[in-house]
């Protein structure tokens, strides 16, 4: 395993260097300045940055020496000497002495308002901690929270309901029988309750199971054992007590700070309901909004805003956006994820007692629903994201976005499939065809011990068959990235995901081998998924996703030279500053 203890004390000896002399900073200009081109734009600049690795991600000028920033927008990028000519004596320089400038990076899947609430309101966990952890947590949250309110928190790991412990209401009854207590799972795909909680909900023996989601029950019984499944989770998240507008917003601009500090500039928002989308505007209307935001606005969605909000939240959706939101997109549930045995498959499942030896998993929405929906939503041109886990579900998805294209032509709306982890290589072909992007999340590019779950319920060689990402691009299809930040991924740092991009092994050195070696990529191209991409799925390619005069300055400085070190340490990467807009937004000094 990597030494990280002394990697971390390294970086904060280079990053004094830096930002005390390393990357220093001057309001002298100096001599021997040339002309520059007029096309590059006129007056001086408000920042340069020179003697740098600038990594541009645009095959037209790949790499450069010095950049320069001008009302927010890039006005120059080239040589050391070029940059000379719009220097004044009010412009800031920085010496990046050799660092990489890059494009920053676009996380294309992410729950910020979730991740903000379980940091200030909730009784947050890690998923690696273990039932003894998580009791003793949990003791300590009710022993400070008043009688009768709710405790929500988690995220405890799915894999627990294979362990020898597994997650029942009797322990968390345990704990308190004063407090109605919600905890979520790592997949958010599944929820623990307690009695409490279940009786506030009215969830009995006689509850039946919603479409799309499990009551789990005893085993030969009907007594709920407080674990929820995909729509049983989601129909109580939507009746559990809502956060203020100023609490959404404080949410919100903590997650922001902290994927701000890893180097996204840009987001899209998976799952933004009415509150989000509200807070979103209050932030950028005030100063306060600190990346690229992309809203996806819920359809049909069982946690979130009501069927009628929904609609309304659609229908108003240009009061929502600003110059900095956008908010013509939808997010879909199709199905639920393969652990649980919710991800619809084209083969069965291995044999269980519960499920028999030809179970299939199960769709959401029917195929039906869903082509009327993409019909609909590709009209109204909204870009829809459908998560699609299973193999059938991909399908269903490619096959409903095959005849929006066919009932209302090329739209040119490059709608989604989420967790493009599983797919049939028939299927395959088909993105490129249909202009449809395939999401990356980075949790199964390598070797894990959710792989392991996997192979217990699909097995082992359909487990090792995850992230198809090589044969996709060489498909033609657009790749982008996701970290689904904080449902499956503890913080939403993308370094040790480029890297197992690459490499399609463990980057913290846990467990050993690779998966699907062969479907690793080069690093030139996963950047490319992390940043421009990105941009081109949120519909903003014109304006960031790449270090281009006039495009908008949003670009990150590293602390290393991910083309020069060994691959294994891409996931080291520090961001010493982040940049958006021109203004940075994050400093590691």
Known sequence: MKNRALKFIGFIFLSSLVYAGGCSETNQAQPGSQGIDSAQGEGFADVVYINGFIYTVNPAQATAEALAVRDGLIAFVGDDQEIQALVSDQTRIVDLEGRMLMPGIHDMHVHPKEAGEKHHFQCGFPFT?????????????????????????????????????????????????EHPVYLGDSTVHGAWLNSMALDALGIDQDTPDPPGGVIVREPGGKEPTGILIDNAA??????????????????????????????????????????ALGA?????????????????????????????????????????????????????????????????MLKPYLPNAKHGDNFLGKLIHSPEQLTEDMIYLDSQGLTVKIHA???????????????????????????EISHAELIHPEDIPRFKQLNVTAEFSPILWYPSPLVQVMARVIGEERANQFWPIKSLQEAGARLIYGSDWPSVVPDPNPWPGVEAMVTRR???????????????????????????????????ADKTGSLEIGKSADFIILDQNIFQIPVEDISETQVLSTVVSGREVYNSN
């Open 129 to 177: 901690f273990t039932i003894d952890e998580i009791v003793a947590k949990l003791t300590d949250c009710a022993a400070r929270v008043p009688r009768g309110e709710w405790i929500r928190g988690g995220q405890w790991a799915m894999e627990l309901m294979a362990s020898d412990t597994v997650p029942h209401k009797k322990i968390l009854d345990a704990i308190t029988r």
């Open 234 to 275: 989601y129909d109580v998240l939507k009746k559990l007590p809502a956060y203020s507008d100023a609490q959404t917003e404080t949410a919100l601009a903590w997650a922001m700070g902290e994927m701000n500090k890893v180097g996204v500039t840009a987001i899209k928002d998976a799952m933004a309901d009415s509150y």
């Open 280 to 344: 979103y505007r209050g932030l950028d209307q005030s100063g306060r909004l600190t990346m690229k935001v992309s809203a996806s606005i819920p359809w049909r969605m069982a946690w979130t805003d009501v069927r009628e909000k929904e609609l309304e939240n659609v229908a108003l959706r240009a009061d929502y956006a600003t110059k900095n939101v956008g908010t013509d997109f939808i997010k879909i549930m199709l199905d639920g994820i393969p652990p649980t045995r919710t991800a619809a």
């Open 389 to 415: 886990t299973g193999d059938r579900a991909v399908r269903v998805a490619l096959d409903a976005i095959e005849a929006a294209r066919t009932t209302n032509g090329a739209s040119g709306l490059m709608h």
């Open 506 to 540: 463990d980057p913290y050195g846990i467990a050993a081998g690779a998966l699907w070696p062969e479907q690793a990529i080069d690093l030139a191209a996963a950047l490319r998924i992390f940043t421009i991409n990105g941009a081109v799925a949120a519909k903003r």
